[in-house]
C-alpha cells in the first residue's frame, strides 16, 4: 500500500454525529486525495491536498471538510454525519513531480446508522 | 467534468482467455491510467498510457488509446484466477485530480 495508511479500518456510527477519518503516509508526497466508493458510482473525488494547508473540492465535497497540518497526515471529517455517508472511503497519494500515478490506501468503511 | 466508462461491466471468463475491457471519455486528456481492485482492497495501478501514445505493453496487460475516438482498451492475456478482480479507468485532464469510471468486474473460472 505504498506506506499509507487509513484509521480507522471500521466504523460504525450514528446519524448526527461527528466522524473523523485519518490518513497517514510515509513518503512525504506533496498530493493527497479523499475518495468514496460506492456501488454504481466508481470512485468519487472528496477533496484533494496538494500541500501543508493546501487543499481544493473534488466532486462530492458536500458535508465533509479536510485538513492537513502536516505533510504526513491528511484527515477527512464528517461534521455531522448522514446516512447518506455511508460508504468505503479511499485515501490515496501522489508523488507528484515522479509520476501521474495515485497510491491508494486500504480503505475505511464507513456505516452511519 | 470528464469521466472514463467503462464497458462491459462484468465479465466472465474462463482461465487462459483473453479478457477486453473498454473506457470512453468526454475531454481531453494528459494520461489515461488503468487500475485493478481486489475483493475489500485498495486500488493498484497498472498501467498509464500518455495522450501522445496509442499502445502500451506491460507483461500480459496491452493498453490502447485512441484520442480521435476518446477511447481506451484493456486487454488481459491468459487470463489467470488471480486476475479475478475490478478493473477501473481513470482519467487525467492535467489538473492533479483523476476521474475514474465505475469498474468492470473480471470473474476468471478456473
Known amino acids: 500500500d505504498a506506506g499509507i495508511t487509513q484509521s480507522p479500518r471500521h466504523k460504525v456510527t450514528e446519524t448526527g454525529t461527528p466522524v473523523t477519518l485519518r490518513c497517514h503516509q510515509t513518503e512525504n508526497h506533496r498530493y493527497m486525495y479523499w475518495y468514496r466508493q460506492d456501488p454504481g458510482h466508481g470512485l468519487r473525488l472528496i477533496h484533494y491536498s496538494y500541500g501543508v494547508k493546501d487543499t481544493d473540492k473534488g466532486e462530492v465535497s458536500d458535508g465533509y471538510s479536510v485538513s492537513r497540518s502536516k505533510t504526513e497526515d491528511f484527515l477527512l471529517t464528517l461534521e455531522s454525519a448522514t446516512s447518506s455517508q455511508t460508504s468505503v472511503y479511499f485515501c490515496?497519494?501522489?508523488?507528484?513531480?515522479?509520476?501521474?500515478?495515485?497510491?491508494f490506501g486500504p480503505g475505511t468503511r464507513l456505516t452511519v446508522l | 467534468s470528464q469521466q472514463g466508462e467503462e464497458d462491459p461491466q462484468a465479465l466472465s471468463i474462463q482461465e487462459g482467455e483473453n479478457a477486453t475491457m473498454n473506457c470512453s471519455y468526454k475531454t481531453s486528456i494528459n494520461n489515461l491510467q488503468w487500475y485493478r481492485q481486489n475483493s475489500g482492497r485498495g486500488l493498484v495501478h497498472l498501467i498509464l498510457i500518455r495522450s501522445n501514445e496509442r499502445e502500451k505493453h506491460s507483461g500480459r496487460l496491452r493498453v490502447t488509446l485512441d484520442t480521435s475516438k476518446k477511447s481506451s482498451s484493456l486487454l488481459i492475456t491468459a487470463s489467470r484466477a488471480a486476475d479475478t478482480a475490478s478493473y477501473f479507468c481513470a482519467t487525467d485532464g492535467g489538473n492533479n485530480r483523476l476521474a475514474f469510471g465505475k469498474g468492470n468486474q473480471v470473474v476468471v473460472i478456473p
Open positions: 490515496a497519494i501522489r508523488p507528484g513531480q515522479v509520476t501521474d500515478t495515485q497510491y
